[in-house]
C-alpha cells in the first residue's frame, strides 16, 4: 500500500541540518505516527513522502518554505530588558518561554542593546532552515476510527504553536506554523 491522503504512516527517522548537525531522531523502536492530510508533520516532508511503500528509505530534503518558513525580519524586535529574570544575564542565543494571548512560544535572544533593551528573535528556530531527513516507512495502512479522531481532535485544538482552527493561515500564526 502507498502512501496517500488520509493514511496512516509511521516512520523512523533522523533528521539534519544543511551542516550534519543531528536536530531530531525517532527513538529506537518508536517510529512516529501520523495521518496524512491533517496537518501532524511538516508539508514538505508529508509531501515527499506521498507514493512510497511500506521498507522504503529515502533521504529527503525539505526546503524552509516547506517547513518551517522562511525567516521573518519582522519577528525581530526590541523589548525592555526588565522583561526577563533579574537573576539571570541575558546573552545573544538564549531561549526563553514567553506567554502570548494564545499561549506559550519560544523567543531567542539575538542582541543585548546598550539601551537597556533586548532585541528578540520570534521566528520558529527551524525557521529559513533547510531540513534534511533520513526516513525509513514502517508502516502504511487505512487509519483507524479512534487515530481519525484524535487527528481532528489535535487539529481542533490548533496546530501546536498556539494557533487555533480560526487562525488556519501561517501569516495568522507566525513563521513555523502549520496550521494552513
Do not use: W
Request: glycine share 10%.
Amino acid at each position: 500500500m502507498n502512501i496517500a491522503d488520509k493514511m496512516y504512516v509511521a516512520i523512523e527517522y533522523t533528521l539534519t541540518l544543511e551542516s550534519g548537525q543531528e536536530i531530531d531522531k525517532s527513538p529506537a523502536d518508536q517510529p512516529l505516527g501520523f495521518i496524512t492530510g491533517t496537518g501532524q508533520i511538516i508539508p514538505g516532508l508529508e509531501k515527499a513522502l506521498m507514493g512510497r511503500a511500506t521498507g522504503e528509505k529515502a533521504k529527503l530534503i525539505v526546503a524552509p518554505e516547506d517547513a518551517y518558513g522562511p525567516v521573518k525580519d519582522d519577528l525581530f524586535q526590541e523589548i525592555p530588558k526588565s522583561q526577563f529574570p533579574t537573576d539571570v544575564e541575558v546573552k545573544p542565543g538564549m531561549a526563553f518561554e514567553a506567554q502570548g494571548p494564545r499561549g506559550p512560544f519560544m523567543i531567542t535572544v539575538s542582541k543585548v542593546n546598550d539601551n537597556d533593551t533586548v532585541t528578540v528573535d520570534l521566528n520558529h528556530p527551524m525557521a529559513g532552515k533547510q531540513l534534511h531527513f533520513d526516513v525509513n516507512v514502517v508502516e502504511v495502512r487505512e487509519p483507524t476510527e479512534d487515530e481519525l479522531a484524535q487527528a481532528a481532535a489535535s487539529f481542533s485544538s490548533g496546530c501546536g504553536c498556539g494557533c487555533g482552527p480560526e487562525d488556519a493561515d501561517a501569516d495568522a500564526c507566525g513563521s513555523g506554523c502549520n496550521c494552513g
